[in-house]
């Protein structure tokens, strides 16, 4: 086995890229090549070092993968030498890429000193409990001598879906969503001409990126932090086949938008929402109403979820909740200790430094 280390995935070989995607796929498209490019392109900071760690046999078939970053600013202790997972505010799960075989992982977590200098701690998030990664991350970190932490990350509204039809679907849904939708799908079609495009039937998707942005700067959202990351996910995700967009118009005007990723049998309901002008007609929940109607149908998914954040309106749509974790693992440095001592507390982290703890 041999690590290699590129300081940018653009360095990363094409037929090597093309590997790391089949290896990626079958955990959905938050663990691709593509996603962590335009994550590097477009959601870090010039000072920021980045550094994708990949494991190959003798045949460079790529066995374990693992993007970093080393912030220019630390996030968790003043000071600190860190490094972490690439992520960012839109990533809604992370499922390493570290199999259980010690002879793959092990010389990926050995080599991060080598490859990424000194550091007192690496931090995770977005991790997900139920995927088997989680397990071996944990269990890879302790066995290479770092003092983990693990805590609850984010909430995430989720739905399992056992049989992919619309209808069971929405007759689980609660009485004041479905008349809301009732009335409002209505009032609408009185107002004019009703119509919502979805991506990929409907083909221009530039058309449907501009009246996207066009909604969300009219909403009551605020200010995306990353504005280059959703137009180029948009058009990488699109070439991979995972993008459903919807747009639903009124007389051709835009009145709501809505992301979704489908990948891995799921679809994440990334990026929604709507002119606040126009919210009396509630038109976001008569597009997402079309757009589940859509990813159950054609799609076929098995599970479909609601991304970052507790909102209440979000059990109305999907039933169940669950947490994204996250993991601190730090290093055996004296800053490092002492950032263990201030996030674990000093008795549970002198239990962990005892032998054989």
Known sequence: MKVLCFESARNISSDLMVRLEELARPRGIQQSPFWFQ????????????????????DDRVPRAYLPLCRPARPRFFKGARELHALSSPYTTEFRPLLPRNSTVTAPLLASLKRYCGSFDLIGFEALVEDDPAYGVTVAALKAAGFLVLDYKGFENWYEPIKQPDFH???????????????????????????????????????????????VYAQSWKEAEPYPEFTPALVRRSAIAGCLRMGVLYLDDKPLAADLWLVSAGRA?????????????????????????????????????????????????????????????AFNRTPIG??????????????KLLKPNA
């Open 168 to 214: 069971q679907y929405w007759a689980r849904r609660p009485g004041r969503l479905r008349n809301t939708y009732t009335r409002k799908s209505r009032a609408l079609e009185r107002q004019g001409n009703l119509r919502i495009d979805i991506f990929p039937d409907c083909k221009d998707l530039e058309r449907l990126l501009d009246d996207y942005e066009t």
């Open 38 to 57: 335009t994550l590097e392109q477009t959601c870090t900071m010039p000072d920021d070092q980045i550094f994708h760690l990949c494991t190959v046999d």
């Open 268 to 328: 994440t309901i990334f990026k929604l929402a709507y002119d606040d002008d126009a919210k009396k007609l509630s038109p976001g929940t008569v597009l997402t109403a079309a757009m589940m109607r859509y990813v159950l149908e054609q799609d076929q998914v098995v599970e479909v979820d609601f991304g970052r954040g507790p909102d209440t309106y979000k059990k109305d749509w999907l039933s169940h909740l669950r947490h994204r974790r996250g993991l601190i």
């Open 337 to 350: 200790l002492t950032a263990a001592a201030l996030h674990m507390g000093k008795a549970r982290l002198k």
